[in-house]
């Protein structure tokens, strides 16, 4: 098991960008993804970006080129860059951990609250 700490939400407008932390508690370079999820009120979780023990990528069409996900390992941490945010990103975003090639491997954080408005 590991814990993950989420920090970086808050209140921006649009255009804006933040930066979401995710710090484990133990090493992640083992992980075999690490990723972010968001959920907006009233509608279904959806994925917003992985990244692979080997340091593949993948983003949700929705945020491709505006997001990106990175991690440092002597850190213990997975970091999501949101730049020129929209009003329909704001959203409770979630980082997991996989340890193995099954999602019931996942470990989450505890959410944070990301609000695009002027």
């Known amino acids: 098991q590991v814990q993950l700490v989420q920090s970086g939400g808050g209140l921006v407008q649009p255009g804006g960008s933040l930066r979401l932390s995710c710090a484990a508690s133990r090493s992640i370079f083992s992980f075999w993804a690490m990723g972010w999820y968001r959920q907006a009120p009233g509608k279904q979780r959806e994925f917003v970006a992985v990244?692979?023990?080997?340091?593949?990528?993948n983003y949700a069409d929705a945020v491709k080129g505006r997001f990106t996900i990175s991690r440092d390992n002597a850190k213990n941490t997975v970091y999501l860059q949101m730049n020129s945010l929209k009003p329909e990103d704001a959203a409770v975003y979630s980082c997991y951990a996989q340890a193995r090639a099954v999602i019931s491997s996942r470990s989450w954080g505890q959410g944070t609250q990301v609000t695009v408005s002027s």
């Open positions: 990244l692979s023990t080997g340091g593949s990528t």
